[in-house]
C-alpha cells in the first residue's frame, strides 16, 4: 500500500500562496494507482532536467527529489513569474506489501514514472485443504 507522508503538506501550500513565502521545496503533484500486481506513481515535472532527478528509498520511505532552474537570460525585463522554480521533493511511504527493490522508474514528457511490484508475501494466493477419506473405527 502507498500512503502520504505529510499531513501538513496543504496548509504550507496556502501559507506560500498567501505570504508569497516558501517554507519548503515546491511540491510536485502526483497520481498513484494499483493495477493487479503492480502500483504505478507519475508524478509531474515539465522542465526538469533528468539528471537533476534523485529516488532514494530507505526504510520503505520513497523520496523523489528535482531541481528546475530560472533559465540563463542576461538582460531581460521579468515580467511574469508564475512557475515554481528550484528544488521539489515527495516522499511516500511503501508499506511492507511493495517491494521497493524492484521498483522502476522512467522519465518522459515532463513525467517521471514509478512501477513498484507488489511483494511476493502480499500477493492473494490458494491455501490447499487437505481432506482426510479414512471413517473413524467405532468400538463396540
Do not use: C
Request: glycine share 4%; hydrophobic share 40%; proline share 6%.
Amino acid at each position: 500500500m502507498l500512503m502520504r507522508t505529510d499531513p501538513f503538506r496543504e496548509f504550507d501550500r496556502l501559507a506560500e500562496q498567501f505570504f508569497g513565502t516558501t517554507t519548503r521545496p515546491a511540491m510536485m503533484r502526483m497520481d498513484a494507482y494499483r493495477d493487479g500486481d503492480w502500483f504505478h506513481v507519475h508524478f509531474d515535472l515539465p522542465g526538469v532536467d533528468p539528471d537533476s532527478i534523485d529516488l532514494t528509498v530507505e526504510r520503505n520511505i520513497l523520496t523523489v527529489r528535482a531541481e528546475r532552474r530560472h533559465p540563463e537570460v542576461k538582460e531581460a525585463e521579468q515580467v511574469i513569474a508564475e512557475r515554481p522554480m528550484g528544488t521539489f521533493s515527495r516522499e511516500l511511504f511503501l508499506g511492507d506489501s511493495l517491494d521497493a527493490d524492484k521498483l522502476e522508474a522512467s522519465y518522459d514528457s515532463g513525467v517521471l514514472s514509478l512501477r513498484i511490484p507488489v511483494a511476493d508475501h502480499a500477493k492473494p494466493r490458494r491455501i490447499a485443504v487437505a481432506a482426510h477419506t479414512g471413517r473413524r473405527a467405532i468400538n463396540a
